[in-house]
């Protein structure tokens, strides 16, 4: 994702301090964003905070900014019923890697 969207703002959820600064803080990305002066967003395992989904939306809609969404669950954000940025979004769904794929 790196060599992808050089210069975004990447969150890890799976790192305890950004998911506890994010937790009922969704808001925090855009200043985040601002401090980091970028608009491309990246966040790993989102389905952590459903609610940060709302907040991209917002920033979509309001300041034009990209999101790159990954996480292991989307199964689990769909039983949650959260916003799933319908129209707003492109799905890519990866399949798990095959014995040879993996190696020895």
Do not use: W, Y
Not at 17 to 42: H, K, P, S, Y
Not at 59 to 87: D, P, Q
């Amino acid at each position: 994702m790196r060599e992808r969207f050089p210069g975004a703002l990447r969150l890890d959820l799976l790192h305890e301090a950004t998911f506890a600064e994010l937790a009922g803080n969704a808001e925090r990305i855009e200043a985040m964003a601002d401090v980091a002066g970028v608009v491309t967003v990246c966040i790993d395992e989102v389905q952590k905070l459903p609610s940060l989904l709302d907040e991209a939306h917002r920033l979509i809609e309001a300041r034009g900014f990209r999101f790159v969404l990954t996480g292991s669950s989307a199964r689990k954000l769909r039983r949650a019923g959260v916003n799933l940025l319908a129209g707003r979004a492109r799905t890519l769904t990866m399949q798990p890697l095959t014995p040879v794929e993996l190696g020895p």
